[in-house]
Nanobody, 113 residues
Framework: VHLVESGGGLVQPGGSLKLSCLAS????????MRWYRQAPGKERERVAD????????NYADSVKGRFTISRDNAKKTVYLQMNSLKLEDTALYYC???????RGQGTQVTVSS
């Protein structure tokens, strides 16, 4: 079982990034999925959830209106589109299959001028 995140990087405030989470070894479409983030010295923060079929999403107040979670079960991938990035969005972002032990290693997002 693998979840592999990609798409992170260094971006200026106000910029955009799109993260991807590629699943293998299990049936992605059976699971609701979640993006978390964790900054150094801070607690893990739930960023966004999406139901197994993609019909419902939920966001942390801190990212609402700026981030969009989506999925393509045929491509076994979950996405996180991040717009209007702020300095405080800097963190390690990782995806999990809700209700399972499946999680990725994460991809680093750094917002800096």
């Amino acid at each position: 079982v693998h979840l592999v995140e990609s798409g992170g990087g260094l971006v200026q405030p106000g910029g955009s990034l799109k993260l991807s989470c590629l699943a293998s070894g299990f049936t992605l479409s059976n699971y609701n999925m979640r993006w978390y983030r964790q900054a150094p010295g801070k607690e893990r923060e739930r960023v966004a959830d999406i139901t197994s079929g993609g019909g419902s999403t939920n966001y942390a107040d801190s990212v609402k209106g700026r981030f969009t979670i989506s999925r393509d079960n045929a491509k076994k991938t979950v996405y996180l589109q991040m717009n209007s990035l702020k300095l405080e969005d800097t963190a390690l972002y990782y995806c999990v299959a809700i209700g399972s032990s499946y999680r990725g290693q994460g991809t680093q997002v750094t917002v800096s001028s």
